[in-house]
């Protein structure tokens, strides 16, 4: 991964983060959409804006991948760099909640 790339991704914004979670599997924008409402109860709803210029950013650096074109929908996928990004956060994130649950002993 070359350093621009972790510089722009990490740490993650909440909506980058769900959008590589949820290309873990094939899925369109507002697939994505209705997955991250129903993941978070409804605390974080995408908004088409937010949602399609991510995709296109992480399209053009190499994140995800376009695969298909299903009734004027595009589906996405992650991409080996995608899944390298979204390990880093993860331990990341991981290592917050560590250290949170440390603190608070």
Known sequence: MDAH?????????????YILLCLQK?????????????MTNGEILLSPGT???SLSKME?????????????????HITD??????QLEMKRIERL?????EELQ
Not at 60 to 76: H, M, N, P, Q, S
Not at 81 to 86: A, M, N, P, Y
């Open 5 to 17: 790339i972790k510089k722009v991704y990490v740490p993650m914004t909440e909506t980058g983060f």
């Open 26 to 38: 094939e899925m369109h924008g507002y697939g994505i959409v209705q997955k991250v409402s129903e």
């Open 97 to 101: 909640y560590r250290n949170m649950r």
């Open 51 to 53: 949602m399609y210029g």
């Open 81 to 86: 760099l995608g899944r390298e990004v979204l």
């Open 60 to 76: 053009k650096d190499g994140l995800i991948r376009f695969v298909a074109e299903e009734e004027k929908r595009k589906i996405y």
